[in-house]
């Protein structure tokens, strides 16, 4: 399965017309909203690229802004940028014509959806690994939905009814064929998967997150806000892993393939670095340890990139309103040699973490040919990482 992502940002944003600028143009953390999506794509490793979709007007001025984020983050994938058209499916259908030949499958994503979790990707990804022709996240409806029909109201069975959200994957051939098809026809579709389920294909459904919130109206702009007035409480974590080397699994140290690494022994993907930082933060909030988190009998997790255990660990992070202020990381290794793959881990942690590059201190060293480590059996790291809860003041 070659996959990509398509995230659209060509919306109009007419149901937000106090703002002056298009929804998905908005500012979060120092970012435009499409980008928040785009970097949570990146870390997944099954995608290949990103195609962002903007209106005609605005394509040139973003390319630009995505071009300087790209060399201040580079997220490892490609990326290509297209107009989009006059509504939505057209600004898909234009979104699936730039994806390359190669491409079999892709993740279509609404921009205004910034908080959508790698967990989410990966259900998503893990059914169109098994065959399905298009998948939809959905979330159970839990209100009562009544419909209208002339003058009466019917009752709809609640238990049947869901809430959809985006990413939604599909078989690109077959949704390609679904647009094309109705390119011209007027038919009430609000996503791509409606066009597919038009077209006679079969949609599955998985679990949504409540946390994967669209902008649309007014008050969730109150989502992109930063508490004001807040209390801070500091904390110091600290981490600690080791790998053997043994025949296994390729060598990574921050997300950052070593070629010519000896190989180490791991239930994940043994990204020593990594695993000591999550420690680290775990540490921060008192929520015990990585194998507790993520124990190695879990068969799920068996391969998984320590990229997205990072990432899973940041947002429970963000929940409790940990900011992490510095992180100090030492590999201690014989061999390989780390001085010149460190700029390459520490701009892959600045992307990963996204904070700034002066709150990274990485550091390397040998054991003098002392203990394991010197013995060249394995590998260790060790992470310390300075922090800061906020707090809205206690009203009393």
């Excluded at 809430?163 to 109705?182: M, N, R, V």
């Excluded at 007014?218 to 080791?242: M, T």
């Excluded at 510095?326 to 881990?345: A, E, F, Y």
């Amino acid at each position: 399965m070659h996959l990509w992502s398509i995230i659209l940002a060509a919306g109009q944003g007419k149901r937000l017309p106090e703002i002056k600028q298009k929804k998905q143009f908005l500012t979060w953390r120092d970012r435009p909203l499409y980008w928040h999506s785009a970097r949570t794509f990146s870390h997944v490793p099954q995608i290949k690229g990103i195609v962002f979709v903007f209106p005609e007007e605005e394509r040139e001025a973003e390319k630009k802004i995505i071009s300087k984020l790209y060399s201040r983050e580079d997220p490892g994938v490609e990326y290509r940028v297209v107009a989009g058209g006059r509504e939505r499916r057209l600004s898909s259908l234009h979104g699936l014509q730039a994806l390359p030949p190669e491409c079999t499958h892709v993740l279509i994503h609404d921009a205004a959806r910034p908080f959508v979790g790698a967990r989410l990707i990966n259900r998503v990804i893990s059914a169109l690994e098994q065959g399905a022709q298009g998948v939809v996240p959905g979330l159970a409806v839990t209100d009562t939905i009544k419909q209208t029909a002339g003058s009466k109201l019917l009752t709809l069975p609640r238990n049947t009814l869901y809430s959809i959200q985006t990413p939604q994957g599909f078989d690109k051939k077959t949704i390609l064929e679904a647009h094309k098809k109705y390119m011209n026809q007027s038919i009430p579709i609000t996503d791509d998967a409606s066009l597919l389920e038009e077209n006679g294909g079969e949609v599955q459904l998985v679990g949504g997150e409540p946390e994967n919130r669209k902008i649309t109206h007014s008050r969730d702009l109150l989502l992109l806000q930063e508490p004001k007035d807040l209390h801070f409480r500091s904390c110091i974590g600290w981490g600690y892993d080791v790998h053997r080397f043994a025949p296994g699994k390729p060598m990574k140290l921050g997300g950052i393939p070593i070629a010519n690494g000896p190989e180490v022994l791991a239930h994940s993907d043994g990204d020593v670095l990594i695993h000591a930082l999550i420690d680290a933060i775990l540490g921060c909030l008192g929520h015990g340890d990585i194998g507790e988190l993520y124990p190695d009998t879990d068969p799920a997790l068996t391969d998984i990139c320590s990229g997205i255990l990072l990432r899973e660990v940041l947002t429970t992070a963000r929940k409790n309103c940990l900011t992490l202020d510095h992180l100090d990381l030492t590999i201690i290794t014989q061999t390989p040699k780390i001085g010149p793959w460190k700029n390459q881990i520490k701009k892959n942690l600045v992307s990963l973490l996204e904070i700034e590059p002066e709150r990274i201190n990485l550091k390397a060293t040998t054991e003098e040919k002392l203990g394991f480590t010197g013995r060249k059996e394995g590998i260790k790291a060790v992470a310390q990482v300075l922090g800061h809860f906020e707090s809205n003041p206690d009203p009393t």
